[in-house]
């Protein structure tokens, strides 16, 4: 299934895309109404491709949560049914191995039988039920980093320090809107003015990363914070999928000095380039998420092995042997 058959209602009347709300937004916490804090009670379900998902299971990983919230994969390519959905065709029989689901979409029906919008990731799901409870994407990192600290592993980063957190969420908001929704918002539009508009607002952002990346190793200086995963899964799916698939092609990032090289950085750091899946994230977005492939060839290129190659950042840093701030 094409995007077009899929977005119909997120398109605005100047051929706009607009990015539907989430319907499950309950926070975690200790609080009355909140979703409760307990080891092995959800599952997270992701799809390596999505930039949404990918940020939460690389907070995940740098906090050592893995054995606290478990992880479900969904294929990349998406199943050839009348909805837009997600499969579990990577597991046996063709079913999430906890959940015993075949889709994503089953978790939201259970949680809530009328459900009208699409099957998102991430998705937290409450084991005892098998109910969606959690796909606020935008806020779950947070709620990882804060509600879930009991079990953070010995020495885990600070993501989110108390004292940035409003530069934090001033900064989060300004990624999302100018980067991670923006290439969106270029690659679905329905008209040129408003795909004109998403392409100089993503390359206006962009230049501005750039300068400001030149004498400070990341978003925030010398440690990696919440903003810096942010940004990171938007650059790192750019050059393979957007910068075609959506026609964000003024610049790949590897054209430029200071992003592509703070992008390497986190690339090479644990939990970042070893949750990264250029494989899936190509098939997803040029089998399955632009309309005209009809013939179903996956590009070969680009070279993602040039990853790898040394980013020469660390002399930005005052602490270039540590990239994170650990909690105290």
């Not at 998902?53 to 990983?61: C, G, L, N, P």
């Not at 050592?64 to 050839?80: F, H, K, M, Q, Y």
């Not at 001033?170 to 690659?187: M, P, R, S, T």
């Not at 925030?220 to 957007?242: M, P, Q, W």
Request: with cysteine; charged share 25%; net charge neutral.
């Amino acid at each position: 299934m094409g995007v077009c058959e899929w977005m119909g209602n997120e398109i605005g009347t100047q051929g706009e895309f607009r990015r539907q709300k989430n319907n499950f937004i309950t926070p975690f916490g200790n609080g009355k109404g909140e979703l409760p804090i307990e080891a092995g009670r959800y599952r997270l379900l992701w799809a390596p491709v999505c930039p949404w998902a990918h940020r939460s299971v690389i907070v995940r990983s740098l906090l050592g949560l893995e054995n606290i919230i478990s992880l479900g994969t969904a294929d990349p390519v998406r199943p050839d049914i009348e909805r837009s959905d997600w499969a579990f065709t990577l597991d046996e029989n063709e079913e999430d191995p906890v959940l015993k689901v075949k889709y994503i979409s089953d978790v939201y029906f259970n949680a809530d039988s009328g459900y009208k919008g699409r099957y998102t990731v991430p998705v937290m799901v409450d084991i005892k039920s098998n109910k969606a409870v959690n796909n606020d994407y935008f806020n779950l990192t947070k709620d990882l980093e804060t509600a879930w600290k009991p079990f953070h592993k010995e020495n885990a980063p600070n993501l989110y320090p108390s004292g940035l957190r409003q530069d934090l969420d001033k900064l989060n908001d300004i990624v999302f809107h100018e980067i991670n929704n923006a290439v969106y918002k270029a690659g679905f539009a329905r008209s040129s003015e408003a795909y004109e508009k998403a392409y100089d607002i993503v390359f206006a952002r962009l230049d501005i990363l750039e300068n400001e990346l030149e004498n400070k190793r990341f978003l925030f200086g010398n440690y990696i914070t919440e903003s810096d995963i942010r940004l990171y899964v938007t650059l790192v799916r750019f050059d393979v999928a957007y910068y075609n698939g959506f026609k964000v092609n003024r610049n790949r990032i590897c054209d430029y000095k200071n992003l592509w090289g703070y992008a390497r950085d986190l690339y090479q750091t644990e939990g970042f380039g070893n949750t990264t899946d250029f494989v899936a994230i190509k098939k997803h977005y040029h089998l399955c998420c632009v309309n005209d492939n009809r013939y179903k060839i996956l590009p070969k290129g680009p070279d993602t092995s040039i990853w790898n190659k040394h980013h020469d950042r660390a002399y930005l840093s005052s602490d270039p042997q540590n990239k994170f701030l650990i909690e105290k």
